[in-house]
């Protein structure tokens, strides 16, 4: 088969940014440069700017222009919720999964020791499905809790609902954030009516800009800051904004609101098309968490459990970007990391199985699926 040029199958990770993002940001990287407290023409011409992509966002999400403020990206509006809330509602316990992302994970528990509060992570089945009994039980016994679980997990793409969790919060008056950075872009939010109190997203993670994200915090539920040293955000996170990535952010979760039809279909076609060839090319091959089942997944990752192979024992990835394709082994945060994927660790998968997250986007091709494949059959003959 011949050999498509470099395959990029990392997408999880990071996504490749879309040029009209890019066209939209590149006035406020030359001509439009002005601080945006300040108070002349320069610095008024930006803040309008990034009013406008405020409402762009509020707007797409349901939500209102107050209740969107803008971070350098996932991990601090994960860090900014979740202090934030502990601090601002004098919450007396923190309750996640060991699946979280580290940006939730070490959050929680650097909160949780400085407060002098419980942390519990939820029990888990072996393929990542939260013990919602258990989360009831927490709750009954402190209402007065944080709550804080993704939607969409990065590593095993496991979907948790955010309105049954939402529901349970409520009724109980827990505070309920979830970090929303997988499907934020790839999934519709009606934040008006979702029974959530905080949601995080980034840019990057659906054709935006790096270094850039959102916090959204219900108004009637709001949070004390993360980060001090200036009045911006409406005094929610000081320090002068990132402008051309809130205007990239703004344009590239506008484009994917518009378009999130067609580019759903394309990937879930990718995605079923993957899993079904790759049973059949490599038949021990088994899926981790329910990333290998599109109705309980993301639809843009799946995480793949190889047979043990002496020749590929820890050099998969290797082999793979060798042959050209870019994968990833876990989360890309913690790639390079002597410990391995705690999410796997986790759900106990074996040491002996190389685990692979390939993630998909509407850039992907069924051939370079294929020449995939081929390269997998190739290795594991």
Do not use: W
């Not at 021990?284 to 990333?291: A, L, V």
């Not at 799946?302 to 082999?319: A, D, H, R, T, W």
């Not at 990833?328 to 074996?350: K, M, P």
Request: charged residues 20%; contains cysteine.
């Amino acid at each position: 088969m011949k050999h498509p040029t470099a395959i990029y199958l990392d997408n999880a990770a990071t996504t490749a940014l879309d040029e009209r993002v890019l066209e939209a940001m590149l006035p406020f990287l030359r001509s439009h440069f002005g601080n945006p407290s300040s108070v002349h023409k320069h610095g008024r011409e930006v803040r309008v700017a990034i009013e406008k992509a405020r409402k762009t966002v509020a707007a797409l999400l349901n939500a209102t222009p107050g209740e969107i403020f803008f971070t350098s990206g996932g991990t601090e509006a994960d860090n900014t919720a979740i202090h934030g809330a502990v601090d601002a509602l004098g919450l007396t316990q923190i309750i996640t999964s060991p699946l979280e992302h580290h940006a939730v994970l070490h959050a929680a528990e650097a909160c949780a020791k400085n407060r002098h509060i419980p942390l519990t992570l939820l029990h888990i089945d072996q393929a990542g499905n939260l013990d919602l009994d258990q989360l009831t039980s927490l709750l009954e016994e402190n209402p007065n809790s944080l709550v804080t679980l993704m939607e969409g997990n990065n590593e095993i793409g496991n979907l948790t609902d955010l309105q049954v969790i939402g529901d349970l919060c409520k009724r109980f008056g827990a505070y309920f954030h979830s970090d929303a950075v997988q499907t934020v872009g790839h999934f519709h939010h009606d934040l008006k009516s979702l029974p959530v109190d905080a949601i995080s997203g980034a840019a990057h993670k659906f054709h935006g800009p790096k270094g850039v994200g959102f916090l959204y915090v219900k108004k009637d539920r709001r949070i004390t800051p993360y980060l001090y040293g200036g009045s911006q955000e409406r005094n929610m996170r000081g320090g002068t904004e990132n402008v051309p990535g809130i205007i990239g952010l703004a344009k590239a979760l506008e484009l994917a609101y518009g378009e999130m039809a067609a580019h759903a279909a394309h990937i879930k076609k990718l995605k079923s098309h993957f899993v079904q060839q790759l049973k059949k090319a490599i038949p021990e091959t088994q899926f981790n968490g329910n990333s290998g089942e599109l109705d309980k997944s993301l639809y843009t990752v799946v995480n793949v459990s190889f047979p043990p192979s002496p020749s590929n024992q820890g050099m998969l990835l290797f082999n793979l970007d060798l042959g050209g394709i870019s994968a990833s082994g876990g989360s890309a945060c913690s790639s390079g990391a002597v410990l391995g994927s705690h999410v796997l660790q986790a759900l106990d998968a074996s040491p002996e199985r190389e685990s692979v997250r390939f993630s998909f986007s509407r850039f992907n091709t069924l051939e370079e699926l294929d020449y995939t494949i081929e390269k997998l059959r190739e290795l594991y003959a």
